[in-house]
């Protein structure tokens, strides 16, 4: 499937010089839909996770219906403020500045297998945050999924070591 045909570039979004990828063409699509569900699914299969994790807000949308079809929990990793129980949270650097991410204390037990998903991987800041607050609770990476990544901005570079999927590459910024 040419999923990258259904993804819109959007020029000069959110400022000049950038080329935002546009995931909402795609996700009118049922079959690409599904179809992106079921590459991560099949992919991740031999991992046998037990939870999947959806960085905030994007993972949200592909990671629960990648958690149905595994037949695992979702987790939620969000801004500061969104989770209503005890969190933990981490501080991260931004470009310009930081920002912060939080996961309830109780979302994930010690030693219970976690796929990390979110719809882009770019510098890899916001991925390595939700990474740490797995290990923080003592889970167990078994993987990164990605709808589209940015090569050029080398973020696969902070997740050496682990499983790296992703379904689209664009070698422009």
Do not use: C, W
Not at 122 to 131: H, K, L, Q, R, V
Not at 150 to 155: A, Q, R, S
């Amino acid at each position: 499937m040419d999923l990258k045909g259904l993804i819109r570039e959007v020029p000069d979004f959110p400022k000049p010089g950038i080329s935002f990828k546009d995931i909402t063409t795609l996700l009118k699509n049922g079959e690409a839909l599904k179809y992106v569900t079921d590459q991560f699914a099949a992919h991740f299969q031999s991992a046998k996770p037990d939870l999947v994790v959806g960085a905030e807000s994007r993972g949200f949308i592909f990671g629960a219906p990648l958690a149905y079809k595994m037949g695992t929990g979702f987790v939620l990793v969000r801004k500061p403020g969104k989770l209503p129980a005890a969190t933990e949270k981490v501080t991260y650097e931004l470009e310009y500045g930081e920002d912060s991410l939080e996961i309830h204390l109780d979302a994930i037990k010690p030693g219970q297998k976690v796929l990390i998903i979110d719809d882009l991987l770019a510098t890899g800041g916001t991925i390595s945050a939700t990474a740490e607050l797995v290990k923080r609770l003592g889970g167990e990476i078994v993987g990164f999924a990605f709808i589209i990544e940015l090569d050029p901005l080398k973020g696969r570079e902070k997740l050496a070591g682990y499983d790296v999927l992703s379904l689209v590459h664009y070698d422009d910024e």
